[in-house]
């Protein structure tokens, strides 16, 4: 099977101060990564399409400055939230394909972000 | 008009119930849709996936797909308390990379 590891599972921060999560696919190759972010009884929300070697996209409204994307190898895409801040404090899971498996996503655990 | 709805319940049923969930959209383009489900603070994980129109079954779960109405469905049958989770229809243009548009998810439960 496809697996996505997600790390940490869930941090607390203060506000101001920087959080890098770590999204690794275990046992498959990802060109791509997806960082969504979730909102108590909200539906996932597609903050940004993570793409090995390059820039990331982002989708409409999601600061690119401040939530910084890296996927520097095929395996690991981490997400950075700088100066966070209260309203930050959400859900935030990421995912990817597999190659050969023409259809859905496999996601990680998810990070639940807290700033205090 | 949101692309996709999705009711958001609670919907709580006994343990043996079957289970209805489902989802309207309004983007024609959406060829590939899918079925997740999501435990509390977990990530989701794919239950089912249908492509077009049409049916699918896996064990306990049935996928129904009808375009013209722009309307799936999920059943659940024999519905169990481990049951009891959010499901989230999510749907896609195409099989390539594209994004895929998530429903707000229903939250089911399934009592003992």
């Known amino acids: 099977g496809a697996v996505v590891s997600q790390h940490p599972s869930r941090v607390i921060c203060k506000s101001g101060t920087s959080v890098k999560i770590e999204c690794r696919s275990l046992?498959?190759?990802?060109?791509?990564m997806f960082w969504y972010r979730q909102f108590p009884k909200q539906s996932l929300m597609l903050m940004a399409t993570s793409n090995e070697g390059s820039k990331a996209t982002y989708e409409q409204g999601v600061e690119k400055d401040k939530f910084l994307i890296n996927h520097a190898s095929l395996t690991l895409s981490t997400l950075t939230v700088t100066s966070a801040h209260p309203e930050d404090s959400s859900f935030y899971i990421c995912?990817?394909?597999?190659?050969?498996?023409?259809?859905?996503?496999?996601f990680g655990s998810g990070t639940r972000l807290t700033v205090v | 008009q949101k692309e996709v709805e999705q009711d958001p319940g609670p919907l709580s049923v006994p343990e043996g119930a079957i289970v209805s969930l489902n989802c309207t959209y309004s983007n024609s383009a959406f060829q590939y849709f899918m079925w997740y489900r999501q435990y509390s603070r977990k990530g989701p994980e794919l239950l089912m996936y249908?492509?077009?129109?049409g049916n699918k079954e896996d064990g306990r779960f049935t996928a129904q797909v009808d375009k013209s109405s722009k309307y799936i469905s999920l059943f659940i049958r024999d519905s169990q308390p481990s049951d009891s989770a959010t499901y989230l229809c999510?749907?896609?243009?195409?099989?390539?990379?594209?994004?895929?548009?998530f429903g707000k998810g229903t939250m089911l439960l399934v009592s003992p």
């Open positions: 999510a749907m896609s243009s195409n099989s390539g990379y594209s994004t895929l548009t």
């Open positions: 995912s990817a394909r597999k190659p050969g498996q023409n259809y859905g996503y496999t």
């Open positions: 046992d498959f190759q990802a060109t791509t």
């Open positions: 249908t492509y077009s129109s």
